[in-house]
């Protein structure tokens, strides 16, 4: 069979995943004889496109599930896609848009009805996307977030939760994204800082009764100013004595003209502005603590858009930041701005669509965490769940320690609608937002609100058939926080696949959602099942372009993985992001890191090609895979002894998620000792026994390779299978994982190899320094005694033929030596006129290596270059500038023999 001179990704890959898909190989079932070993991938959003977080997420799940596979287990990797309410729900207003509608126009049931017809037509393209990169997923089990299974699972949980007195529903002050018009969870505003300015602004004194001289005004400082046209108070810390004299006073509020209480609390900072700080309850989550403490007056200044409502008086109708600069232009009329400083501000952003958050006052409903989390901190703090790296652990149990109440309702049409029913006959539904006095939760009538899987047939209070659905839905994370279990349809009864792949055994992710989903998953199934929901959390880093800046669209630094594929095969793309991987740490790529990866398969493919070009020629067949110990030499015991080491190290790097180590020990195991170093030894004496090593190490090489390079090994493996008469495996994926041979190696015979390769190097370096072109045969006179030059002499051809020897003159003592090694020493035959030649030559290379290292000395000296460079550049020149010098010291010691 004729191969391509080089691996063609494009004729293999296709064609081998179908054959996967067709055989089943990516089945998992229930087996009494086998253990399980489950992975739940991260369900990617049905908006979602391949990029390369994705790649490095996926591939790493991959590798863990077909390693496992490969060592016996009944491995199931399940797949699936989340639902992701609020990015669906833009994409389809989006379209919309560009017919001039917006959802309103067409209603709820409508606009769903094209939510799922565009999630049918373009959910499935990561699915897609996926199966491209080469994921193993049993992709029979596929599931949704919004199944109808699932969403009864959903239903469920909301409804026990509920039961306990672990959901409630009450007015808080909550994120608000103007742009989604709905509430967020703190862990989906995350704040960033952006620079803004600190107004100090002076509020109107009544006098104080305390002391008839106090000042006509105070200064107030503050970051936004808009949101003073919702103040209710002034506040100062009880400590501070500067201001005594405002107890009992009133401020007027500027612009609205409004009386303001002056309250005291610990909460102020007295080092913040002037140390007085203004109260607005419905628009601060610390000034709404503040309301509720000192029963203030909640003014609402605000519609679900951002812009000002009527409480606003003048500035009604106007966006917030209109807002602000209008308020400043008429504070400036009145000349009530005393001072304006830059600032830093830290500002909540919509996780979806960027837009600064709102702190809103509204009617929401919430999970009490706190009940949740116990349990949660337990089984880390015992251990019985770990991350790798372990430095996550502190950041987890540092998060859990002070978790807040979880808002889980959406102001969004896309998602699990609230199971949540209202009498209208006993109580009217509550205007969200519409109350400028908060009530107290506690005190909130529950009369007429019922919470059930199904809508009843009639009010349990009144029997009254006015019953409406609560028209929010659930917080995304609230049905993906049960994907470990009710991607196994629970709580279906007599559930066999749960109670065999739960709990599931390793959770790979990114840091970003450790809280949003990970500690969440935990708790649920903690709650839901009392056992966690995987035993090991593996959270790898950030994919960053080559100047470590994260990869972003906006910035124009992405590279797409499908790209890569597309030139230079997945296998490519997953080798070189695995070397790249190391445990926790941040990725940092660019184009031509990949090609790694694709220069690997093609030495693998040419290998292949080379070894079965032998097996032809000389007509050898290999028909099993049994190496006998008896007849083997120096070199055939060398290279199984590392290929044992390979295997040894590979395996325990598998099993401890240290898959940047797989690949450094395959490469280096291949490239250098099999193919460097084993091949070129015996590929002038091929025969049975070399060809039965060298297909032995192969097989074993794919096997290890496999769940790195899944498509070239397969391809390889069927390969062997036509080239030879062994009786292997249907599919290396179903292949056993290799073990190594049972034979031990001393480690004198391990020394006399490692010497002998050593100074064939050694030998090559000579010639390079000295001129001698690698092609020129030289006369070399060897000083060695003992078991070495017994070796050397019986493995003097294959050490002839790499050295570029022509003949080795053995003597007791040496006049001159070139080189002085573990018991050998070695020098050229070398005439007077070779030998001036080959000292003009290290002279030059000594001189041109001294101007390298003058300028680098001089780059080092250089005070302005140490301090705007990057800290890596300043110690890359060093580390040259080291290996320069070795260079320099070697060719030197090289002149001062050749002149002895």
Not at 55 to 72: C, E, H, P, S, Y
Not at 592 to 611: D, H, S
Not at 838 to 848: G, N
Request: aromatic fraction near 10%; include cysteine; glycine fraction near 6%.
């Amino acid at each position: 069979m004729q191969l391509p001179k080089q691996y063609v990704p494009h004729d293999v890959e296709d064609r081998i995943y179908q054959y996967w898909l067709e055989n089943g190989c990516f089945s998992a079932q229930v087996d009494a004889t086998k253990q399980p070993f489950c992975i739940v991938i991260p369900p990617p959003n049905v908006t979602g496109i391949l990029h390369m977080g994705h790649a490095l997420n996926n591939t790493i799940q991959d590798v863990l599930v077909r390693f496992k596979r490969m060592q016996g287990y009944e491995s199931l990797w399940m797949p699936g896609t989340d639902h992701a309410g609020i990015a669906t729900q833009n994409v389809v207003e989006r379209n919309l848009a560009k017919q001039g509608l917006r959802k309103e126009d067409i209603g709820r049931e409508k606009f769903i009805e094209k939510l799922w017809e565009w999630k049918d037509q373009y959910g499935s393209t990561i699915i897609g996307q996926l199966k491209k990169l080469g994921a193993s997923c049993d992709w029979q089990r596929q599931r949704f977030t919004m199944d109808a299974s699932y969403s009864e699972a959903v239903k469920e949980t909301f409804v026990r939760l509920y039961e306990k007195g672990l959901i409630y529903r009450g007015n808080y002050i909550i994120n608000w994204c103007p742009r989604c018009r709905t509430a967020l969870s703190d862990e989906e505003a995350a704040h960033r800082e952006l620079d803004g300015w600190l107004y100090y602004i002076r509020y109107p004194v009544k006098k104080a009764a305390s002391n008839k001289r106090s000042p006509d005004y105070i200064v107030v400082a503050t970051t936004r100013p808009e949101t003073m046209l919702g103040d209710t108070a002034v506040a100062v810390n009880p400590h501070d004595k500067r201001f005594t004299w405002l107890k009992g006073a009133t401020v007027v509020l500027p612009i609205m003209d409004r009386e303001l209480k002056v309250i005291e609390d610990e909460a102020i900072d007295p080092e913040f502005g002037t140390g007085i700080v203004k109260v607005t309850p419905a628009h601060d989550p610390v000034d709404f603590q503040l309301g509720k403490k000192h029963g203030l007056d909640f003014v609402n200044i605000m519609k679900d858009d951002a812009v000002l409502n009527e409480q606003a008086g003048e500035f009604s109708g106007m966006d917030r930041f209109e807002a602000r600069a209008a308020v400043l232009e008429v504070l400036r009329e009145k000349k009530l701005i005393e001072k304006e400083d830059p600032y830093k501000v830290s500002a909540g952003h919509c996780y979806r669509c960027h837009t600064v958050i709102e702190p809103r006052v509204s009617l929401q409903w919430f999970v009490k965490m706190k009940p949740l989390a116990k349990k949660a901190l337990e089984v880390v703090e015992e251990d019985k769940i770990r991350f790798s790296p372990d430095r996550w652990k502190k950041v987890y149990l540092n998060w859990m320690n002070n978790i807040q109440d979880w808002c889980i309702s959406r102001q969004i049409w896309w998602g699990h609608q609230l199971p949540v029913y209202y009498c209208r006959n006993c109580q009217e539904m509550t205007g969200r937002n519409s109350k400028s006095q908060i009530p107290n939760p506690k005190s909130e009538p529950e009369h007429g609100i019922i919470v059930a899987k199904e809508k009843p047939a009639e009010c349990p209070y009144c029997g009254s058939t006015e019953l409406v659905q609560d028209p929010d839905v659930l917080d995304t994370w609230f049905s993906s926080w049960l994907w470990p279990f009710a991607t196994f349809y629970w709580p279906k009864e007599g559930n066999k696949d749960l109670e065999y792949f739960y709990p599931t055994n390793v959770l790979v992710t990114a840091s970003e959602i450790l809280f949003f989903w990970v500690a969440r998953m935990i708790m649920s199934g903690l709650e839901f099942m009392g056992e966690i929901p995987f035993g090991r959390v593996l959270i790898h880093g950030t994919v960053r372009d080559a100047k470590g800046i994260k990869m972003s669209k906006s910035l124009g630094n992405v590279i797409d993985p499908l790209e890569i594929i597309g030139e230079f095969g997945a296998d490519s793309l997953r080798f070189s992001l695995m070397l790249l991987a190391a445990s926790g740490s941040d990725v940092y790529l660019s184009k031509e890191k990949f090609l790694v990866g694709r220069n690997f398969a093609n030495k693998i493919w040419n290998a292949t090609r080379f070894l079965f070009m032998k097996l032809e020629e000389s007509g050898v067949i290999v028909e099993d895979l049994r190496v006998d110990s008896l007849g083997l030499e120096a070199p055939d015991i060398w290279v199984l002894d590392k290929l044992n080491e390979t295997v040894v190290q590979v395996t325990e790097s598998l099993e401890n998620f240290r898959i940047n180590e797989v690949t450094k020990n395959i490469y280096d195991f291949f490239w250098n000792s099999f193919c460097d170093w084993y091949i070129e030894i015996v590929k002038d004496t091929f025969n049975a026994k070399t060809a039965g090593i060298l297909i032995w190490c192969l097989v074993t090489v794919m096997k290890l390779l496999h769940p790195v390079m899944p498509f070239l090994t397969e391809e390889i493996y069927q390969l062997i299978k036509t080239h030879t008469r062994l009786n292997l495996n249907s599919s290396v994926m179903t292949a056993s994982w290799p073990e190594p041979l049972p034979f031990t190696v001393d480690e004198a015979s391990r020394m006399m190899m490692a010497r002998a390769i050593e100074m064939i190097r050694v030998i090559r370096n000579l010639k390079v320094d000295l001129g001698i072109s690698p092609a020129q045969k030289i006369v070399m006179k060897v000083s060695s005694r003992g078991d070495f030059r017994r070796f050397f002499e019986d493995n003097l051809i294959w050490i002839n033929r790499l050295g570029g020897i022509e003949r080795v003159e053995f003597v007791d003592r040496l006049r001159r030596i070139l080189f002085k090694g573990d018991g050998v020493e070695l020098d050229f035959l070398i005439d007077d006129i070779d030998r001036d030649r080959f000292m003009q030559s290290l002279d030059k290379k000594v001189t041109i290596l001294d101007g390298q290292c003058d300028r680098i000395v001089q780059k080092l000296r250089n005070e302005k270059f140490l301090k705007n460079a990057p800290e890596d550049t300043v110690l890359q020149q060093k580390e040259r500038f080291e290996q320069l010098s070795g260079q320099r010291q070697r060719l030197e010691e090289l002149r001062e023999a050749l002149k002895g």
